[in-house]
């Protein structure tokens, strides 16, 4: 009896760890069976929770019982779903790439048929833009940087004058900042190794909860502010945008978040099919821009370990993906400049491009024009400048083009920019749905609040002022800075000369105020109520005065013709001289030129 027992408890054991397996199972796939039913509110409000002084140098990555607590505290609790099924919003054109890339992949091997085949480069960007929002993007944690941290822990006056500073740094319209940003960040550096005593915000590990850890049982929830603000970025950009707000996690074998995903959109964008129009007046198409959550910041040790500071996991920001096209470097450095400058206007980011608030990712591949195919795509990673935009597209394509010349296949790849190509790797991501947060309606009252509250972009200021009379360079270098462009519209809105307006504040005024503090703005120098009647009367003494420099010069005319046919010799000094003693007011050179064209036509020699 015993040893039958004996025989039967195996097979019991077998049984329920069957029956265990089964069950686990079941719960692994009830989140996706169950259906998605859109939730007419958000979660929470951009209300960033402060954070806990830790007690040592470094606060553990594993976050305590009461520190869960208070992050979480205010959540309203989710609402339950129901078995309702509803047909996920997905956007056709993101299907429709990725179906074209696996068909331009597959074409031929990479190899040229012929060493003069002509090659055009066809670039795609994938811009990533931190958003202006207090908190993070699924949890109550700040979202302040390191150095903005620092200035606010000193007082309110701190942060604003390193924000206004950090404004006209990275927002400047021309060349020197391009070339200044490496010492710019190399100077930033340094102050940071010079700082012995940080604030408890600054600490690596500091500004962290179960949500940014993805910790068991942590629910995260939208951020009200970096919804509204991705949308207002879409509706910028012209986009179509989507009546339900749906996330998909994205899971990838890459350190650099602590729960091994990102929250993302990649099948249901909140804007999709819009365009950027740059300075040459083309406009760049929007696949789609998507609303996600930024990883971790990743250092590596001389002795090759890597730590993690998870401060900046879960801070909200934009994925802006271009449709792959011809594309010049110029043209792709436009573009970036262009929508930059849009989201910095618009108060949708904080414009500090140098401080990592603009990362790009550029897919760069050839079409062969005569045999009408695409090569294999590269994916360059890492391009946080306007120039190294510039070099890593000519470099990518220098590079491919050096191998299709040698006969050889390119190969689709990831590569990592660090001013140098350097680094190449693989990388695989597995997308799908995020059952724990569920799909929020976008109403349509929320989204024409949203574009009412739009200011002007970039080339709808350039097309107004091209109205105007202003050159291209002109109303492109008033366009970028939204301070001067709304100064130079009070100003012709006061009844100022628009030409005459817009010279004077580039050149002008902006070499007067030249020695003047670049944090004072410039309404706190000048009024536009006060400067407009000094310009109108500075159009009307020069349109006086060239009014009398031409009735001068035909008066001139007259009389020359007078003094040439008194004169013997004919000499042009002479009857130049004589001209300017009848007409002092007329100018010399106009004098001259009348002289050389009078003696030109009556035959006579125009030299000395």
């Not at 179906?99 to 597959?106: D, L, V």
């Not at 074998?253 to 365009?275: E, M, S």
């Not at 503090?517 to 005065?545: F, H, Q, T």
Request: charged share 20%; with cysteine.
């Amino acid at each position: 009896m015993a040893a039958a027992n004996m025989q039967q408890r195996p097979k019991q054991q077998q049984q329920l760890l069957l029956l265990l397996l089964l069950l686990l199972l079941l719960l692994h796939m009830q989140p996706t069976l169950m259906a998605r039913v859109p939730s007419p509110c958000f979660i929470r409000t951009d209300v960033a929770a402060p954070a806990a002084a830790p007690a040592a140098a470094a606060a553990p990555l594993v976050a305590t019982a009461a520190a869960t607590a208070a992050a979480c505290a205010g959540y309203p609790r989710l609402p339950v779903r129901q078995t309702l099924v509803q047909q996920r919003l997905r956007c056709s054109s993101s299907s429709s790439s990725s179906s074209s890339n696996s068909t331009n992949s597959s074409i031929g091997g990479g190899t040229a048929s012929s060493a003069d085949e002509e090659l055009q480069l066809i670039a795609g960007i994938e811009a990533h833009v931190q958003l202006a929002t207090s908190s993070k993007a699924f949890c109550c944690c700040p979202a302040y940087p390191p150095v903005a941290a620092a200035a606010a822990a000193a007082g309110p006056e701190g942060e604003q004058r390193l924000l206004l500073q950090h404004e006209h740094e990275e927002a400047p319209s021309a060349l020197p900042w391009i070339q200044q940003q490496q010492q710019e960040q190399q100077r930033w550096q340094q102050q940071q190794q010079q700082q012995q005593q940080l604030p408890a915000c600054c600490l690596p590990n500091s500004r962290t909860c179960p949500i940014c850890l993805g910790d068991g049982g942590a629910l995260p929830s939208p951020n009200r502010k970096a919804v509204e603000l991705a949308l207002a970025a879409a509706l910028l950009m012209h986009c179509n945008t989507a009546d339900v707000l749906l996330f998909d996690r994205k899971c990838y074998v890459y350190p650099d978040l602590a729960k091994r995903y990102q929250i993302t959109q990649t099948f249901n964008p909140i804007g999709y099919d819009g365009f950027v129009e740059i300075p040459s007046g083309r406009k760049v198409q929007i696949q789609k821009v998507q609303l996600e959550e930024d990883t971790a910041t990743m250092k590596r040790g001389e002795d090759g370990h890597v730590e993690l500071d998870s401060n900046r996991a879960g801070t909200p920001l934009i994925e802006v993906v271009t449709r792959a096209e011809p594309l010049s470097p110029a043209e792709a450095t436009d573009f970036v400049y262009e929508l930059f400058t849009d989201l910095r206007n618009a108060g949708i980011c904080r414009g500090e491009m140098a401080r990592g608030r603009v990362r790009c990712d550029l897919n760069v591949s050839l079409r062969s024009r005569n045999a009408c195919k695409d090569f294999p795509r590269v994916e360059i990673k890492n391009v946080r400048s306007l120039r190294a935009i510039r070099r890593a597209l000519h470099a990518e394509e220098k590079r491919q083009k050096d191998i299709i010349a040698k006969g050889q296949e390119i190969e689709p790849e990831t590569r990592h920019w660090d001013d140098a190509l350097k680094v190449n790797s693989s990388w695989v991501f597995f997308p799908f749905e995020e059952t724990q947060i569920p799909p929020v309606s976008l109403d349509k009252e929320t989204k024409a609040r949203i574009k009412r509250g739009l200011v002007l972009s970039a080339a709808s200021r350039r097309s107004l002022y091209r109205q105007w009379g202003l050159e291209l360079s002109l109303r492109t270098a008033i366009a970028r800075d939204i301070k001067m462009a709304e100064f130079y519209e009070q100003l012709v809105a006061a009844g100022a000369p628009p030409v005459r307006s817009a010279v004077f504040l580039l050149n002008d005024l902006h070499a007067a105020l030249r020695g003047v503090s670049p944090l004072r703005p410039i309404e706190w120098v000048l009024r536009a109520g006060d400067l407009a009647p000094a310009l109108c009367a500075a159009e009307r003494k020069s349109l006086s005065n060239k009014r009398t420099q031409e009735e001068t010069a035909t008066a001139a005319k007259e009389a020359l013709e007078e003094l040439i046919r008194k004169s013997k010799k004919k000499q042009p000094g002479a009857l130049v001289g004589e001209l300017l003693s009848i007409h002092p007011g007329l100018c010399p050179r106009t004098a001259r030129k009348l002289v050389e064209e009078a003696l030109a036509s009556q035959g006579f020699a125009s030299h000395s």
